[in-house]
């Protein structure tokens, strides 16, 4: 049984790693310089306008965050596993 778990356990830690490769924790910004803005209903090049880019922005980022932080948990359940397994 200790080897299953313990195997287990690592696989998580692997799969957890490969999820934290593609979707990182997101770093804080730290741009400095002046930008100018455009209004939400200004129209963009390709039909859309900058409240729709806005809006898959939000999305992308919270799919992001919430991919990150399943690969984390992936971790920490394997690194428990694998911890249960050296105790069993």
């Known amino acids: ?18 999820f934290l490769f593609f979707w990182g924790p997101p770093l804080p910004v730290m741009e400095g310089g002046v930008g100018i803005a ?4 200004t129209s963009l090049g390709d039909g859309r306008t900058v409240a729709d ?11 992001h965050i919430t991919m990150s ?12 596993l694998q911890l249960i397994a050296q105790w069993v």
């Open 53 to 63: 880019e806005e809006a898959q922005q939000r999305r992308t980022r919270r799919i």
């Open 69 to 80: 932080r399943v690969g984390l948990a992936f971790i920490a359940i394997g690194f428990a």
């Open 38 to 41: 455009l209004e939400s209903g």
């Open 1 to 18: 049984m200790e080897p299953v778990v313990s195997t287990v356990g690592l696989i998580l830690d692997i799969v957890g790693v490969g």
